[in-house]
Nanobody, 119 residues
Framework: QVQLVESGGGLVQPGGSLRLSCGAS????????MGWYRQAPGKQRELVAD???????RYADSVKGRFTISRDNAKNTVYLQMNALKPEDTAVYYC?????????????WGQGTQVTVSA
């Protein structure tokens, strides 16, 4: 059984910062790409950023220069540092990871954490 547990969401004013964390636990053999997605009300879930085990990253155009994704492979944890937040960043943020256990790699999702950017 594998679990992804997120933390760090909350309410912040425009221009503020938040840091999200997501740790994977369970019977893990290897963790591949880890990432963050978000879903705003009435919109589809979209990729925010992801990072390979080797540290290669990619970002949505809307967050480039403001958000930074990083990971600690020893802790199976991924982080998302969000700076210069805008109201349009308001969404539920979901952690995602490709994880190999005793079987073929599978895609896992966290439960989601709410980020609200409002004055």
């Amino acid at each position: 059984q594998v679990q992804l547990v997120e933390s760090g969401g909350g309410l912040v004013q425009p221009g503020g910062s938040l840091r999200l964390s997501c740790g994977a636990s369970g019977s893990i053999f290897r963790v591949g790409v880890m990432g963050w997605y978000r879903q705003a009300p009435g919109k589809q879930r979209e990729l925010v950023a992801d990072i390979t085990s080797g540290g290669n990253t990619r970002y949505a155009d809307s967050v480039k220069g403001r958000f930074t994704i990083s990971r600690d492979n020893a802790k199976n944890t991924v982080y998302l540092q969000m700076n210069a937040l805008k109201p349009e960043d308001t969404a539920v943020y979901y952690c995602n990871a490709l994880i190999a256990t005793n079987y073929a790699p599978s895609n896992y999702w966290g439960q989601g954490t709410q980020v609200t950017v409002s004055a």
